[in-house]
Nanobody, 115 residues
Framework: VQLVESGGGLGQPGGSLRLSCAAS????????MSWFRQAPGKERELVAR????????NYADSVKGRFTISRDNAKNTVYLQMNSLKPDDTAVYYC?????????WGQGTQVTVSS
């Protein structure tokens, strides 16, 4: 099983970044997919989740209206479009797969928001 995140880096306040997570080794379409983040000195927190069919999503209050999670089951990929970035969005972002009694994590990608 692999979850490989990409798209992190340095973003400007008010700017945008798009994260991708390419999955392999499991039946992607049957898993809920999520993005979590962990800032220095803080606990890992759920940012957004999308369920297997892609019709239902959940967001942390801190990112509602700014971030959008989506998935392409044909490409085994989940995305996180991050707009109106804030310095508080600085964290390592982790891709998560949850389903069929199993949980998988990616290695994480650093997002830094700074001018």
């Amino acid at each position: 099983v692999q979850l490989v995140e990409s798209g992190g880096g340095l973003g400007q306040p008010g700017g945008s970044l798009r994260l991708s997570c390419a999955a392999s080794g499991f039946t992607f379409s049957t898993y809920a997919m999520s993005w979590f983040r962990q800032a220095p000195g803080k606990e890992r927190e759920l940012v957004a989740r999308i369920f297997s069919a892609g019709r239902s999503t959940n967001y942390a209050d801190s990112v509602k209206g700014r971030f959008t999670i989506s998935r392409d089951n044909a490409k085994n990929t989940v995305y996180l479009q991050m707009n109106s970035l804030k310095p508080d969005d600085t964290a390592v972002y982790y891709c998560n797969a949850d389903g069929n009694g199993r949980v998988y994590w990616g290695q994480g990608t650093q997002v830094t928001v700074s001018s």
